[in-house]
């Protein structure tokens, strides 16, 4: 009966370290693609390809050769959404069958100075000028950013960037996409801290200790390798089939 008159007693445990999270890029991801489609050859011969199947959508289909070293192209077909991706440049010598497209992947050196032509051009004043047409040459497209990268907040409470002195380059951005951007476009770079207030990008080759305070407007990521994206994309297509 006393023991009847008597409370529980609440339970506490101690609360778990939040782990650094890992963020998903938007998608298409990391690389620039130039369309080597022309109006009658559309894709290569299949028997080329490294590897195929079907995925939801293009930007799918980018990823995954984005995210593979070995993938210098693909093409995709708008009916079926098969993607079958090359590790070598390839000729599309088969027909369009008007459902088509082909792909080819472009270095990162190109990207990184199609990037830096773009910044360059953002702040000139456009000039007009007339010029008689010419005809359509293949098209670049530029990829939505955050690109091909995944990445790791090892921001802490208290510490959210690295000693600037061993950074690699520096400078101000437009906004944290572009910062990713130019690490994500640079082989040898693996960590970037970005100022929320100033739009400053520390970019450093290799991966660094977050010691320094973070004056509640740093924030510091560390690129994923591609086997890592990989994986995160193979295990995510995987649930997205599971009910």
């Not at 993938?71 to 098969?82: G, I, L, M, R, W």
């Not at 497209?101 to 000139?124: T, V």
């Not at 906004?175 to 100033?198: G, H, L, N, P, W």
């Amino acid at each position: 009966a006393a023991h009847a008159h008597e409370k529980p007693k609440a339970v506490t445990t101690p609360a778990s370290p939040v782990a650094p999270s890992v963020t998903e890029p938007s998608i298409p991801v990391a690389a620039f693609w130039k369309n080597v489609s022309t109006a009658h050859r559309c894709r290569c011969d299949e028997s080329t390809r490294s590897a195929g199947g079907h995925v939801s959508d293009i930007d799918v289909c980018k990823e995954r050769c984005a995210m593979r070293s070995s993938c210098q192209q693909f093409d995709y077909q708008t009916t079926t959404n098969k993607c079958n991706i090359y590790s070598a440049s390839c000729s599309v010598t088969q027909s369009c069958d008007g459902t088509w497209l082909a792909f080819q992947k472009m270095s990162a050196e190109e990207g990184l100075r199609f990037d830096e032509q773009k910044a360059a051009h953002a702040h000139e004043k456009p000039k007009a000028v007339t010029t008689p047409a010419s005809p359509v040459a293949p098209s670049v497209t530029e990829p939505s950013i955050p690109v091909a990268a995944f990445w790791k907040n090892v921001s802490t409470a208290h510490r959210c960037r690295c000693d600037e002195s061993t950074r690699s380059a520096g400078g101000h951005v437009s906004d944290i996409d572009v910062c990713k951007e130019r690490c994500a476009m640079r082989s040898s770079c693996q960590q970037f801290d970005y100022q929320t207030t100033t739009n400053k990008c520390n970019i450093y080759s290799a991966s660094c200790s977050v010691t320094q305070s973070c004056d509640g407007t740093w924030l510091a990521f560390q690129k994923m390798s591609a086997e890592e994206g990989l994986r995160f994309d193979e295990q995510k297509a995987a649930h997205a089939h599971e009910k």
